[in-house]
């Protein structure tokens, strides 16, 4: 099967994410007669939305007979639907266990199950809006303390260390977690808890585990650390904004957040035991010290059938998947989405898992 490729200008791109209220597969329509026809439904993942927003355009400008439809409506809803039969992919910030993939699904063939296709980094970031301070390192150990009100003042001696050569205000601290449920509150808390489990003391969740103040969603955060004096926060890095970006600890050296950074970390960490080869659900060290690795990241994936009741439906999903894992693909939601591109390791791993699926 060709893989779809880049057909459509930036310009047309930016009009796809500058609309709001109109259905994705009825936007920038293209006249091809490209190999894909038939239409696709998915539902999942609001991590990947924008991403999609971007991947679905592109696709169909380069089939004019196909649509893909994808509706962002939370991942535990995906998972869900695509369990039950109701779509032919689902988006989910948190893979399919191994029993739920090897499991009976209703839109795959018996005795067939699933696949966990990561197909979406999306690196996070702790923020800050301190008085007189522009860059800040910190450590898992310390960013924790901060997080469960145990440090309270950025002139504390912790802090202090880890920023020798910045004057820290005396200042009370005010953390700002999400009020929501959410994978980016589940992948923040799984960093602190595997990096630094003694200070965190909980163990990695959708919901915030402590106190203090809250706000909703990842703009929330956002707004509440800009509007805010001495504050601190975790977000998606595509919406940090003007706001300074902390340098987390790995191993000696302090690691500015870079797209590469964390799509090394994901290549860097091992699958989870216990699945299928084709299977590629990853068990996020956060603990690594190699150089250059970033350890913050939410992995979204794309869950298919390995076999579908219907080939019709394997060959749209084949062919709509090499694309949304090409390079081309990955650099538009770089670009459009903030996200991280798959390394060439884990596309190549990724792209073969795609071409088995019938």
């Known amino acids: 099967m060709d893989t ?13 994410l500058a609309t709001s209220g109109c259905a994705v597969n009825e936007l920038n329509r293209g006249d091809s007669d490209g190999p ?62 191994a029993a739920e993939a090897e499991a009976g699904l209703g839109a795959c063939a018996p005795g067939s199950g699933a696949i966990n296709l990561p197909l979406y980094i999306s ?22 303390l901060i997080f469960r009100g145990e440090i309270r003042e950025w002139d504390d001696p912790r802090i202090q260390e880890l920023n020798p050569d910045v ?23 799984d960093y602190l808890a595997q990096a630094a489990p003694d200070e965190w003391q909980a163990d990695a969740a959708d919901a915030f585990p402590y106190g203090g103040e809250s706000a909703q ?17 975790y977000a ?8 300074t970006i902390v340098s987390l600890k790995v191993g000696d050296e302090f690691v500015a957040y870079t797209r590469e950074a964390a799509a090394a970390v994901v290549e860097a960490s091992p699958l989870e035991e216990g699945r299928a080869p084709d299977d590629l659900a990853i068990r996020l060290d956060r603990t690594l010290t190699v150089p250059g690795t970033y350890p913050l990241v939410l992995v979204s994936y794309v869950i298919a059938c390995r076999e579908y009741l219907d080939p019709a439906d394997a060959e749209l999903v084949r062919g709509y998947l090499s694309w949304v894992a090409s390079p081309e693909a990955q650099e538009i939601a770089a670009e459009f989405a903030g996200s991280a591109p798959l390394s060439p390791g884990l596309a190549e791993r990724v792209l073969a898992a795609i071409e088995g699926i019938r």
């Not at 993942?45 to 649509?67: K, P």
């Not at 969603?217 to 926060?233: F, L």
């Open 36 to 97: 894909l026809a038939g239409t696709l439904d998915g539902a999942g993942s609001s991590a990947q939305s924008a991403a999609q927003e971007v991947w679905i355009a592109e696709a169909q400008n380069a089939n004019g007979r196909l649509t893909v439809n994808y509706e962002p409506s939370g991942s535990g809803a995906g998972r869900e639907a695509f369990i039950a039969g109701g779509l032919d992919f689902a988006g989910s910030d948190s893979a399919l266990t």
């Open 167 to 189: 004057t820290m205000p005396s200042a009370t601290i005010t953390a700002v977690h999400r009020s929501d449920a959410s994978g980016t509150t589940k992948n923040f808390t």
């Open 4 to 16: 779809p490729r880049r057909l459509i200008s930036a310009l047309a791109v930016t009009a796809v």
């Open 236 to 243: 998606d890095a595509s919406r940090a904004g003007d706001l």
């Open 123 to 144: 690196p996070l970031v702790i923020i800050v809006n301190i008085e007189g301070v522009d860059a800040l390192n910190l450590d898992a150990a310390t960013a924790a």
């Open 217 to 233: 969603g990842n703009s929330g955060v956002v707004n509440a650390v800009t509007n805010g004096r001495n504050t601190i926060g």
